[in-house]
């Protein structure tokens, strides 16, 4: 099956202020549809090319020769899970299932905010910040670059990217500022609500 660029679940202005339609158009129209284009560039003839884009993460993850495969349809998926979790007028405190994981698992909403951001802020280069499931636990976690929690399984429910394309029109180098505006103002915690059912 060919691997498809799906649609953003908003309108490419709607999450402004805190990200611009001119970052949408790089990110989704130009970096995302590139991994698309690529992917599916690289699986054409081979059997890979009949599986689902999550079986082609799981398949290569393991294998160094396939890394090109893996990273591209790793960043097929991390992007299109990342639209997801925002949303316009999000973020603040959660309701539901997720806040009584936060408290019960991390300590609470507030330190969650914290340790959310510290840990986009020492991720060193390019990479992605999550909220995970291990098991029944929630938890904290980084990848650097294309790397994911399903090829490690591990259940995201929650993703940040902060690859510089992420937030380099918008903030520049200001990085802490985009975690902020991402936790404060666009978390569709209906999304991460949804997820835990
Ligand atoms: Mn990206």
């Not at 884009?53 to 097929?76: C, D, M, P, W, Y």
């Not at 980084?142 to 429910?157: C, E, R, W, Y």
Request: charged fraction near 20%.
């Amino acid at each position: 099956m060919l691997i498809k660029l799906p649609e953003l679940p908003y309108a490419k202005a709607a999450l402004e202020p805190y990200i611009s339609a001119k970052t949408f158009e790089f990110h989704h129209g130009k970096h995302h549809a590139g991994y698309v284009e690529k992917l599916n560039g690289l699986v054409k003839g081979t059997p890979l090319a009949e599986e689902t884009l999550e079986n082609i993460i799981k398949k290569t993850s393991k294998n160094e020769s396939q890394s090109a495969i893996f990273n591209n349809a790793a960043q097929v998926w991390n992007h299109s899970f990342y639209w997801q979790c925002m949303k316009p007028k999000g973020g603040g405190i959660p309701t539901g299932a997720i806040l009584d994981k936060l408290k019960s698992d991390l300590g609470g909403y507030n330190k969650f905010v914290e340790e959310f951001k510290a840990a986009g802020i020492s991720q060193f280069g390019s990479g992605w910040v999550w909220l995970v499931l291990k098991g029944k636990k929630l938890e904290i976690a980084k990848t650097s670059n294309a790397d994911t929690p399903i090829a490690h399984g591990f259940k995201p429910l929650l993703t940040v990217d902060v690859w510089e394309h992420a937030y380099y029109l918008d903030y520049q180098n200001k990085r802490g500022d985009y975690l902020d505006a991402y936790m404060k103002n666009l978390i569709n915690w209906d999304f991460i609500n949804l997820q835990l059912i």
